[in-house]
């Protein structure tokens, strides 16, 4: 079993940056590929990026390429979104998920192939 608790989101002007962190808690952290995804009202839980076991391969959605980055420490237990130049289309809650499959490459932008998920933090983009 894997709990995450992410932290760091909150209100931002357009052009500003925030940075988001979850926490895993356990000792299998690098056992399991790491994603964020984003949820806006009345919109489907979207993929934003996703990291490999070991920060080897990282993936983003074409919306926030160049603009976000995804970083783990896994000493710390702890994956990152740095997001910069922050846009109103950007509000959403944000969540942290961790996967168990044996395969990352082609599955990481799937809810389905994350076994676990943190609660999320509301990230609101003012114009």
């Known amino acids: 079993q894997v709990q995450l608790v992410e932290s760091g989101g909150g209100l931002v002007q357009a052009g500003g940056s925030l940075r988001l962190s979850c926490a895993a808690s356990?000792?299998?952290?690098?056992?399991?590929?790491m994603g964020w995804f984003r949820q806006a009202p009345g919109k489907e839980r979207e993929f934003v990026a996703a990291?490999?076991?070991?920060?080897?391969?990282?993936y983003y959605a074409d919306s926030v390429k160049g603009r976000f980055t995804i970083s783990r420490d896994n000493a710390k237990s702890t994956v990152y979104l740095q997001m910069n130049s922050l846009k109103p289309e950007d509000t959403a809650v944000y969540y942290c998920?961790?996967?168990?499959?044996?395969?990352?490459?082609?599955?990481?932008?799937?809810?389905?192939?994350?076994?676990?998920w943190g609660q999320g933090t509301q990230v609101t983009v003012s114009s």
């Open positions: 998920a961790a996967g168990g499959n044996v395969l990352f490459t082609g599955i990481y932008a799937y809810t389905s192939k994350y076994d676990y």
């Open positions: 356990g000792r299998t952290f690098s056992t399991y590929y």
């Open positions: 990291i490999s076991r070991t920060s080897t391969s990282t």
